[in-house]
């Protein structure tokens, strides 16, 4: 892909924008306008990219640049955009390197402004800006936030995560379309009194990556999340909850306008039979706990389930496919991902996981993968499952 820099304090975010889609994957080329250069040197993106940087149409006219740069990119973003930059774009204007790029280009292209409130809030930015979206550009839009000489208010270059998160967006076939998906995410935690708690080592962070996975495919995606630290991917729907009654009740009402259920949380199968209305204290009688069981969620989604897709996860120490087939089986599931959660690196706290994809027909296992190749993968096969179109 390739991203163009423009002449903004902005710039120096761009740095950032650059590295996260190298950590994506991404093959960038940079173009930088002049004013861009004033900011961030050419050698910061070359030395990100490992890649010449380009900020002349004409340094190079045997190659001719801004033809190559144009035909070769897959999505053009232009990160930090500025009033000019805009205009210049929206009026067609290719008198600069990154100006004849865009209109070299016949692929996405993502604008990231970011000016001061007066200069985004100008109806001839406005005007621009409704005239490169009729054109197909996808605006990601600029935040309220600080601004260069002490200033506050809108024009602040949206976060970096957001606009890496609005590329891959971009580039995910979305064949997961109009799908409206229920994921549950994290742990749950049990009281004991006002203070101390049952739970276990879930982090949430596989459920986030299935959510931003499906978001990503054209999903209309709804977190139900346990409590967790874990990173909200951008533009989640997330409905915190604490207990496992809590996350119950939020399942149970969004079931019937689900059309795929992920139940990737660790939900808590017992909680404390009595709840201390006040902290416990040390010097007491040594107490003991009497659990009773906390409602399945899986079981009874799976007794309500007409046309869903329900998938559930089983988190395993031994045996693992056994107890996803037995699960597959008794929780009326589609499909069951058992997740081994009893070695170094992998499961509940970790980057990755060792899985197997279990349906009633078929047990795929899988080599250890990052979570989110996890998601990806995940979400193929219930596409595939479900009958969807895959690329």
């Known amino acids: 892909m390739v991203v163009g820099v423009s002449g903004s304090i ?5 740095a950032e924008v650059v590295r996260g889609l190298i950590k994506q994957g991404a093959i960038l080329r940079i173009c930088m306008t002049e004013s861009a250069t004033k900011f961030v040197g050419p050698a910061t993106f070359g030395a990100l990219t490992g890649e010449v940087v380009h900020t002349d149409v004409f340094a190079e006219p045997h190659r001719v640049v801004h033809v190559e740069l144009g035909r070769w990119a897959e999505v053009f973003l232009v990160c930090g955009a500025t009033a000019s930059t805009l205009s210049r774009l929206a009026g067609g204007s290719g008198e600069d390197i990154l100006s004849a790029v865009y209109l070299m280009c016949r692929c996405p ?3 990231a402004p970011a000016m001061h409130t007066e200069m985004w809030e100008h109806v001839a930015t406005q005007r621009n800006v409704a005239q490169l979206k009729q054109d197909g550009a996808l605006l990601i839009d600029p935040e309220v936030g600080d601004l260069a000489s002490g200033d506050f208010g809108a024009g602040r270059l949206a976060d970096p995560a957001v606009i890496v ?3 891959v967006d971009a580039l995910t076939t979305k064949d997961l379309a109009g799908v409206n998906v229920l994921v549950t995410a994290g742990p749950t935690r049990e009281a004991l009194d006002p203070v101390r708690f049952i739970s276990n080592r879930s982090t949430g962070r596989m459920g986030f990556a299935l959510a931003r996975e499906a978001k990503r495919r054209g999903a209309i995606v709804t977190v139900v999340a346990g409590p967790t630290s874990a990173l909200v991917p951008p533009g ?3 409905i915190r909850v604490e207990s496992a009654d809590e996350m119950f009740r939020e399942c149970l009402d969004r079931f019937e306008d689900t059309d795929v259920a992920v139940l990737n949380a ?7 039979a009595y709840v201390a209305e006040q902290k416990v204290k040390k010097d007491e009688a040594q107490p003991s706990i009497d659990l009773e069981a ?5 079981a009874e989604l799976g007794r309500k389930k007409g046309r869903q897709f329900l998938v559930l996860f089983a988190a395993e120490t031994e045996e693992m496919v056994a107890h996803a087939k037995l699960k597959l089986v008794s929780k009326n ?3 069951v991902v058992a997740n081994h959660v009893g070695r170094p690196d992998t499961g509940f706290d970790s980057e990755t996981n060792d899985a197997a994809i279990v ?6 296992a899988l080599p250890r993968l990052a979570k989110d190749d996890l998601a990806r993968m995940i979400w193929d096969r219930i596409a595939e499952q479900r009958g969807a179109p895959l690329d």
């Open 10 to 14: 902005a710039a120096y975010k761009a």
């Open 109 to 111: 292209v993502l604008l």
């Open 165 to 167: 998160e609005a590329v």
């Open 236 to 238: 989640l729907d997330v």
């Open 266 to 272: 660790a939900v808590a199968d017992w909680r404390p």
């Open 294 to 298: 906390t409602r399945d969620i899986a």
């Open 333 to 335: 599931a589609d499909l």
């Open 359 to 364: 349906s009633a027909t078929d047990v795929e």
